[in-house]
């Protein structure tokens, strides 16, 4: 053990320390996610694959081989939406600040999801963060309005012809209404979610968006980000949520939430 240690050598170990931290990020990414059911599964073929080798049988040996030796190109092929959202994540700005107007945004939308959940309002809810969400912007009617619960309200009450769609927020302004979002093709995903669960779910595969859900049948708030989703959230589990993914230290501080909240 002592000469191994003496036979490091500082590269050595920033080496094993940079490849700790990918794993790490990695396990982050597809925590909560279809991927790791998939690997899973790999783990378990390439199990098999050696067994099939002690024990001598050889057809299934082969078979598994021919299988494995493309398993790079499987993987891609299987995960490219995750590697897409990853090499998106890659070079953001770890720490970014929150101004006082998100600040602001986070607070009129917890409220807004409150009053909605509890009048059977759906809604749904999009925050935008480093990936940008052009495309979903300009697919609903586009606006520049500042963040209100009054104004979420009335985008999803039944009676405007927007609530069907999604709102997309960016830097504590809404940019959008009535806005179309990609579904989830997850094979895993329960039956029972409704289509503003699955859109949430399949932008969140895709961008590192947080979406805010309403159901109008359960009342129940959800959460969802890089394709996992929150559930039956009530308003200080979602502004908890909420605060740990978009509040810098400097303004996670509880004055500044009870000093908006008193101003509502």
Known sequence: MFD?????RWQDIFDI???????????????????????????VLIVVYFAARELEFLTLYWLLGTFLSSIFLIIIIIFQRDIRRALTQVGQTPFAKTDADTIHALVEIVKAAQ??????IGGLIVIE????LKDYI????????IVSRQLLVSIFH??????????????GRILSAGALLPLTKNPYISKQLGTRHRAAIGLSEETDAVIVVISEETQKISLV??????????????????DAIFISKEYATPHLWKNWLNKS
């Open 138 to 145: 300009e697919s609903g009617h586009q606006l520049d309005a």
């Open 115 to 120: 009053f909605m959940a509890h009048r059977k």
């Open 225 to 242: 980000q890089h394709g996992a989703m929150t559930t039956d959230l009530d308003e200080s589990a979602l502004r908890s949520r909420l």
């Open 4 to 8: 191994i240690a003496q036979s490091l």
């Open 129 to 132: 963060r480093e990936t940008g």
């Open 158 to 171: 039944t009676s405007s012809p927007l609530h069907d769609g999604a709102v997309v927020i960016r830097n």
């Open 17 to 43: 320390m940079i490849v700790s931290f990918i794993i790490y990020r990695v396990m982050l990414l597809i925590r909560g996610t279809r991927a790791v059911q998939m690997l899973a599964g790999i783990v």
